[in-house]
């Protein structure tokens, strides 16, 4: 594991997300299009986990979001930042708060 140092970390924008709309992106067997309600702002996210996730299933759910990273394309859907998840044997089990808080809320 490579470190890097304090100035780096602060640099990582980590804020709660609601994920407010999810479906499948058609011919890709892994990937779910979500619409992640960030406070003051909608963000469409792209998320590696539609092999062990219903999309009407995460519709609801808090989550902890990468707000600040740079926009890519997932087979021609844009993602406007990533979901955190731990690993399980292979499995995504997606990062949560203990109790409900405010779409936005930094996470420190």
């Not at 844009?78 to 708060?97: H, I, N, R, T, Y």
């Amino acid at each position: 594991m490579e470190n890097i140092n304090f100035e780096e970390f602060q640099k990582i924008d980590l804020r709660i997300g609601k994920i407010i709309e999810a479906e499948r992106i058609e011919g890709a067997d892994k990937l779910l299009k979500l619409k992640v309600d960030l406070g003051e702002e909608k963000r469409q996210l792209v998320a590696g986990i539609a092999k062990f996730y219903q999309p009407e299933d995460l519709i609801g759910k808090e989550i902890v979001v990468v707000a600040n990273l740079e926009p890519k394309i997932f087979r021609g859907v844009e993602s406007q930042g990533m979901l955190l998840a731990g690993d399980v044997e292979g499995k995504p089990v997606l990062l949560k708060p203990d109790e409900e808080v405010p779409p936005g809320t930094k996470v420190r």
